[in-house]
């Protein structure tokens, strides 16, 4: 069944998509990524809402979701690259500011983020920003620093948990 709908729909799915992110290349990713993801779900034999009653249709709205989410990691990346860790702080100061404090604050908890990604590994660090800002797969990104499915996981798995105890130090 997904062969004969790749085979019919794969053109018209990646045109569907570039009209949305203007970029043949990204389409093509975007499309493959809905592939794959309609691939998981016949294999589970029904979705997260219950039974597809319409295949085609379903497709469209994985891929128009994809091309979404693919919008917002554009924008944020061109706000913050892997590079430019060390600015992060300096790019991402409020607007304004009701309270004298809330800058203040907002400041600090910056530094502190900052700080907790400079205490991650390196390589955990890079999958995390690979993953959450650039929006890559872990296949993508295990391919891309020819490292294992596994320790891609792993490394995320170290990189959220330094996260999650920087959030629960800055609330206590």
Same mark, same amino acid.
């Given at each position: ?109 910056? =530094? ?30 295990? =391919? ?29």
């Amino acid at each position: 069944m997904l062969p004969e709908l790749v085979r019919d729909h794969n053109d018209r799915l990646v045109a569907h998509v570039n009209r949305t992110v203007k970029c043949t290349s990204d389409a093509q990713d975007i499309v493959q990524e809905t592939w794959i993801r309609a691939l998981r779900l016949l294999e589970e034999e029904q979705s997260p809402a219950g039974p597809i009653r319409n295949l085609r249709a379903y497709l469209y709205r994985i891929a128009s979701n994809l091309s979404i989410d693919h919008l917002r990691r554009r924008h944020v990346r061109r706000h913050l690259s892997a590079d430019t860790l060390e600015s992060v702080a300096a790019q991402s100061v409020p607007a304004s500011t009701p309270l004298p404090d809330a800058g203040i604050i907002a400041r600090e908890s910056e =530094a502190a983020f900052v700080a907790a990604l400079r205490r991650i590994p390196a390589r955990a660090r890079r999958v995390l920003i690979l993953s959450r800002v650039e929006g890559w797969t872990y296949p993508r990104i295990a =391919a891309h620093l020819g490292i294992s499915l596994r320790t891609v996981s792993n490394d995320m798995e170290r990189a959220l948990a330094a996260c999650l105890v920087l959030m629960a130090d800055r609330i206590d």
